[in-house]
């Protein structure tokens, strides 16, 4: 029991401290692409340090909901953190809280809250940026429901830990079509969802073009930290979710010892690297969509998660 | 073996949902490649499991003829519409067109349902229902696209479905009719593409889904 809950812990601070540090991969990766030496990889961490030691303004005009948000933003996904397999491939102490689609609602909180706190402020571009965000939101909605119900209808569950298992036992169901097109699906998904490129340029600096970052324009100091490292691990915690339990669910701990959750770590992350050169490559080879296409990408999204959905309900399978 | 024909199956699928729902003319093209290199998978797969000799020649035509030959072609013949018109003209729009493209495909399958019940080949119970949606597909392409070459690549679709379907229903069809098939469609390409490029030169456009009537001059 102690042991299950330590390694929680441990869990949720790997998420903590090496979420940044996948950021400043995929921007120095980026910047290599396009034959420039680019920031050090440690950089997001030197930009929340420094952030941490500013003052923070807050507007006259803002509201509770304001001063609220950054930890909406910062604490939901360390939530999530403690429900998922991140280093163990079986259940930890936290992990009966809430399945798959718990997790997922939980994600969404911090979400509605920093698109509350857009809304809240005077910022033009707040509510714009805000406005958007629900948009491609309720795209991806359907698309979440449909790639849930097909690993629920798969696994017999929505546990995280017991999807993980079908998918490769025997290896062979790796190869099942629906698995392949749910994969997909679920790219697409992360895609949409932590605005990369084909839908929103998380790099841009130009407000009318943003989607996602405009959210965040108007927090300076500990506020402008806390929603900076949030997006961060929200966006390891959707990595940890693709990545452990559909894609690649092997190098997890199996037992309950110490040294092999440690090794743990240093597994997750590899994977990570290689799914990020690969994440990196999409980027750089698209344009990013007009707004209006994007309804478009989510509808491809959809689409192939319905092919998987159908294959699997027309018993289309080896 | 059977899990890499599913897989092979499914993205089949995946890829005739492509060819009628993309924007780009250059991307339908490629594909369409795609899905024919997935065809000559599946027969190959096929063969490789009845051992059957007439199915690795119809994977190796199909490689040859539809992978590379008849996008050869097309490039050749019409290279300034690849490139220069990026957007394809639909009679419905996109998430639209897509959604009947899934209901096509679960009515396919309900089609071929009742030979399903008959037959217990594991081949056959992936390959007919795919093929089948294909040439669903296939054909619904050509009645939602409204330009030359997009259609073609319906018909196109259409004849892959039913080789689809074909590979595992006959695993030893007589060659000669594999051979008709691969120029049947070689041709039609040819004949297609010079059309639309006559049709190009003379009203500047290939959006055939505006010509309402012949004109004289």
Not at chain 2, 90 to 108: E, F, M, R
Request: glycine share 8%; net charge neutral.
């Amino acid at each position: 029991m102690a042991e299950k809950i330590f390694f929680n812990l441990i869990q949720l601070l790997v998420v903590m401290v090496f979420s940044p540090l996948i950021k400043g991969i995929i921007d120095r990766l980026k910047e290599m692409i396009q034959s420039k030496r680019g920031p050090s990889v440690l950089q997001p961490y030197r930009d929340i340090w420094k952030l941490f030691n500013k003052d923070e303004v807050v507007s006259e005009q803002s509201s509770w909901i304001f001063r609220l948000a950054p930890y909406m933003c910062f604490i939901t996904p360390m939530f999530v953190a403690l429900l998922i397999p991140v280093l163990t491939d079986y259940p930890l102490f936290f992990a009966f809280m809430a399945d798959m689609l718990g997790g997922g609602f939980i994600l969404a909180l911090g979400g509605f809250f920093a698109t509350l706190a857009a809304v809240d402020t005077g910022n033009p571009y707040g509510p714009m940026g805000a406005s958007r965000t629900r948009m491609v939101g309720f795209l991806a909605e359907p698309v979440f429901m449909i790639v849930f119900f097909t690993v629920s209808f798969v696994a017999g569950s929505t546990i995280p830990y017991i999807v993980q298992k079908v998918w490769v036992t025997p290896f062979a169901n790796f190869f099942e079509p629906s698995h392949v097109l749910v994969m997909l699906a679920f790219l697409m998904l992360i895609l949409a969802e932590s605005g990369r490129i084909p839908v929103d340029n998380p790099s841009g600096h130009f407000e009318l073009a943003m989607i996602d970052e405009s959210k965040g324009l108007e927090y300076s100091g500990r506020g402008a930290a806390l929603m900076k490292w949030g997006g961060c691990m929200k966006f390891f915690v959707l990595l940890c979710i693709f990545l452990n339990v559909l894609v690649t669910p092997w190098g997890l701990a199996g037992s309950g010892s110490l040294w092999e959750v440690l090794v743990a770590v240093p597994l997750i992350l590899i994977k990570m690297f290689f799914f990020i050169v690969v994440l990196v490559i999409i980027e750089s080879s698209l344009a990013k969509l007009r707004l209006y296409r994007i309804t478009e990408f989510m509808g491809a999204a959809f689409i192939t998660s319905v092919a998987a959905l159908l294959l699997q309900l027309l018993e289309i399978q080896g | 073996m059977t899990q890499f024909n599913a897989l092979m199956g499914g993205l089949f699928i995946l890829t005739a949902f492509g060819i009628v729902g993309l924007r780009q003319i250059i991307g339908s093209l490629r594909l369409f490649v795609v899905q024919s290199v997935l065809l000559a998978g599946s027969a190959f797969i096929i063969g490789l499991v009845h051992g059957s000799i007439h199915l690795f020649v119809v994977a190796g035509i199909v490689l040859i003829v539809k992978a590379f030959f008849i996008p050869w072609l097309l490039y050749r013949v019409l290279s300034h519409e690849l490139h220069a018109r990026r957007e394809i003209a639909q009679a419905l729009d996109v998430p639209t067109s897509l959604l009947l493209a899934a209901g096509l495909t679960i009515i396919a399958y309900f089609i071929v349902n009742p030979l399903l019940n008959v037959v217990s080949d594991p081949f056959i119970r992936i390959n007919l229902p795919v093929g089948m949606a294909g040439v669903l597909l296939g054909a619904y392409a050509i009645a939602v696209r409204r330009e030359a070459l997009p259609q073609l690549l319906g018909i196109l679709t259409m004849e892959n479905g039913a080789f689809f379907a074909g590979v595992s229903i006959a695993p030893d069809l007589p060659l000669l009719a594999e051979l008709a098939a691969a120029f049947d469609v070689l041709v039609i390409a040819l004949v297609v593409g010079l059309l639309t490029r006559r049709i190009q030169k003379q009203v500047g456009t290939t959006l055939v889904g505006e010509m309402a009537r012949l004109k004289e001059e």
